[in-house]
């Protein structure tokens, strides 16, 4: 907020950017947390509450100690296994499934019309696409990233890399939902009796 202040000499910018900040921010850290400690619960018989603490505590630890520069090294590495990841994903699911078109034929024999999963109801869909897209704006660190760029060519090169790397995990983890349906009923359920949505990623892993 402070650096939008001084750059467009607007205070009124200023709040807006702190607003945007304190509404977003909040409800992606705990979706990103849950949805790795589903994860991790899944994967490794981890309970899942001491992976939220787990979390917590590594998280608290590195930038404690090691502050800046530790998190930079960190994201760098998040970056490299979320590119990976992405990949090996996509690899794997239509591998298992037989290929791309079987995968969406696959698709094609699930009915839309009264579906519980997340995107049947356009509002439901319309939440999600603020939260992953315009909740990018409530996460100072994407901003503050670019703080460290010592040259001029640096910027360009910053720019054209996570252009793609944005293209590849963004792009790659949309596509990658959107055949979730497939696992929907396989995962873990609500109390409500619908589909934990967090849980359908990892029932797609295992």
């Keep these: 907020p402070e650096f939008f202040m001084a750059r467009y000499n607007s205070r009124g910018l200023k709040i807006l950017s702190a607003v945007v900040i304190f509404v977003f921010l909040t409800p992606y850290c705990a979706s990103v947390y849950q949805g790795l400690a589903y994860l991790f619960e899944s994967t490794l018989g981890i309970p899942f509450v001491w992976c939220m603490v787990g979390m917590a505590v590594l998280t608290a630890l590195y930038l404690v100690l090691g502050g800046y520069m530790a998190n930079v090294m960190s994201n760098f590495v998040q970056g490299i296994c979320m590119v990976l990841g992405v990949g090996l994903m996509m690899f ?115």
């Excluded at 078109?101 to 869909?125: K, W």
């Excluded at 720019?159 to 990658?176: D, H, K, N, R, W």
């Excluded at 055949?179 to 295992?206: C, K, N």
Aim: hydrophobic letters at 45%.
């Design 92 to 206: 794997c699911l239509f591998r298992h499934m037989g290929g791309v078109s079987s995968a969406v034929e696959a698709l094609h024999t699930i009915d839309p019309n009264g579906t519980t999963l997340l995107g049947a109801n356009p509002l439901d869909l319309l939440w999600l696409v603020l939260m992953t897209s315009f909740g990018v704006w409530g996460l100072p660190q994407m901003v503050q990233k670019f703080y460290a760029i010592k040259s001029g060519p640096a910027v360009k090169q910053g720019a054209i890399i996570s252009t793609v790397f944005a293209m590849i995990v963004a792009g790659g983890s949309y596509f990658l939902g959107g055949f979730g349906r497939l696992y929907g009923g396989q995962g873990e359920m609500t109390a409500a009796g619908t589909p934990g949505y967090d849980s359908i990623i990892p029932t797609m892993l295992s």
